[in-house]
């Protein structure tokens, strides 16, 4: 897949191991110049070295620093003063009963989980935003909003993450800069925080799970009137009783999933779906609104799309859909429009 990277600047704040130096090299790959960081120089060019084995064209550099101290931050601004993605990957943890964490250990978890993904931020989102264009990820974790008894500081800081990462996309709104919290199941009742709005000409690309993991809530995707679309090749799912809903936004689904667990419901409520497949599992359905905007391009059916439990529930067709062991149900004065073939 080409993410269109090829001549990027990216940095990954702890890139040598684990989760940072996958997507570093997930975006090497993709033919971005990235900078790997490091507390010591010799893990740095051993994470660069592995790298050039399996991605032989990459563009690499890398500087040891540690990005958690307001020294280390300043000489990674000097190596790398401009970046087009940025993300702020570095975060430890620690298993502690809470009534036995000092206030040394909450500040030193803040300190690297939370304050350095501010200041890196800082530092990169205005340049971003004056060139027109960049892209933020702050890599947070289940523990956000699912908060592990024996890691309260740790989860303390996941969910600051997602604060920022919410406050900051919307002061960039319109700047051509995305800003994205990311690795969340969520859980909970109701709705999942506020809507994930995709505007300006931003695209949200998911190569990876975007999951309403909730009992009874909805997690809705939305683009305003002009907005943004979303790119789909991994999986976007609902599970243990979730909904997502689309809501008038464009996903460009090719090579991806969109995957309706027993129990859950894929809503669409306006836009286009293109490509890929609509899959559900036992009970779960993908259930048409009453929007007479909803338009399935080319798709793959594999389970139940349901146009019976909402009435005059919509959905029309174009260049052709493919029932592939799935179903299409119709009632309640439902209207399914064809345009091209259905087989």
Request: charged share 15%.
């Amino acid at each position: 897949m080409d993410l269109e990277l090829k001549g990027r600047r990216a940095l990954v704040t702890g890139s040598t191991s684990g989760i940072g130096f996958a997507i570093a090299k997930g975006l090497a790959a993709e033919g971005a110049h990235v900078t790997f960081t490091g507390r010591k120089q010799a893990s740095v060019d051993e994470a660069m070295a592995v790298i050039r084995k399996d991605v032989t064209d990459a563009t690499l550099d890398g500087i040891a620093a540690d990005c958690a101290t307001v020294q280390g931050a300043a000489a990674v601004f000097a190596h790398t003063p401009q970046v087009d993605i940025l993300v702020n990957n570095l975060g430890i943890y620690e298993r502690k009963a809470a009534f036995e964490i000092t206030d040394a250990e909450w500040l030193r978890l803040f300190e690297v989980n939370v304050m350095s993904g501010i200041r890196f931020s800082r530092h990169y989102a205005p340049l971003m935003a004056k060139a027109g264009w960049g892209r933020m990820l702050f890599v947070s974790s289940e523990s956000a909003l699912n908060i592990p008894r024996e890691m309260i500081h740790y989860g303390m800081t996941k969910t600051a993450q997602l604060s920022i990462a919410r406050g900051l996309a919307m002061e960039l709104e319109g700047t051509g800069v995305t800003t994205l919290g990311a690795n969340m199941v969520l859980r909970g009742q109701g709705n999942i925080g506020q809507p994930l709005h995709v505007g300006g000409n931003n695209t949200l690309v998911n190569t990876g799970r975007i999951s309403a993991d909730v009992n009874g809530g909805t997690l809705t995707v939305v683009a305003p009137a002009g907005g943004g679309s979303v790119t789909n090749s991994a999986l976007m799912d609902a599970r243990n009783g979730g909904i997502l809903q689309f809501q008038t936004v464009n996903v460009n689904n090719a090579g991806g999933t969109i995957n309706a667990q027993t129990g859950s419901v894929v809503l669409h409520n306006g836009g286009t779906i293109s490509g890929g497949t609509l899959s559900s599992a036992g009970t779960g359905v993908f259930r048409a609104a009453s929007n007479g905007g909803n338009i399935l391009d080319n798709v793959t059916v594999t389970g139940t799309v349901d146009m019976t439990t909402v009435g005059n529930s919509r959905e029309r067709t174009a260049n052709g859909l493919t029932l592939s062991g799935g179903a299409i149900n119709i009632a309640n004065s439902g209207i399914l429009s064809i345009d091209g073939t259905l087989t």
